[in-house]
Nanobody
C-alpha cells in the first residue's frame, strides 16, 4: 500500500502561481508513474498531467499545457505540479495518483492508477 499526501493548495488570484506537492510513503515511489488529476464541483475528474517513473517523459492536458509543469524528485519520494498563469477555471480539488505497475510510460487514464491522495483545494479568484 502506498499513501500519497498532497499539499500546497490554496487561494490565489487569477494570473498567480501555486506549486503542489505529493509525498509518497514508500521508497518504491521511484518505480511508479505518477499523475495529477482535478475535479471541480459538479464535474467529472479530469486528467491534468503525468510523468513517467524516471521523470524523462511527461504529458499534459491541452488546457494546462504551457502553464503547468509536472516534475518529480525520486530521492524525496515527491512529485510536484507547478501551476502558473492560473485561471478561475483551474479551481478544483487536485489529486495525485500512483500507478504501481512497473513500466516506463506516462499514464493519462485515471482507471490505470492504483493509489490516490486525499486531494488539495485550489481556488483561483477573478
Amino acid at each position: 500500500q502506498v499513501q500519497l499526501v498532497e499539499s500546497g493548495g490554496g487561494l490565489v488570484q487569477a494570473g498567480g502561481s501555486l506549486r503542489l506537492s505529493c509525498a509518497a510513503s514508500r521508497r518504491t515511489f521511484s518505480a511508479y508513474a505518477m499523475g495529477w488529476f482535478r475535479q471541480a464541483p459538479g464535474k467529472e475528474r479530469e486528467f491534468v498531467a503525468a510523468i513517467s517513473s524516471s521523470g524523462r517523459s511527461t504529458d499534459y492536458a491541452d488546457y494546462v499545457k504551457s502553464r503547468f509543469t509536472i516534475s518529480r524528485d525520486n530521492a524525496k519520494n515527491t512529485v510536484y505540479l507547478q501551476m502558473n498563469s492560473l485561471e478561475p477555471e483551474d479551481t478544483a480539488v487536485y489529486y495525485c495518483a500512483a500507478d504501481r505497475r512497473i513500466h516506463t510510460a506516462v499514464v493519462v487514464t485515471s482507471n490505470d492508477y492504483d493509489y490516490w491522495g486525499q486531494g488539495t483545494q485550489v481556488t483561483v479568484s477573478s
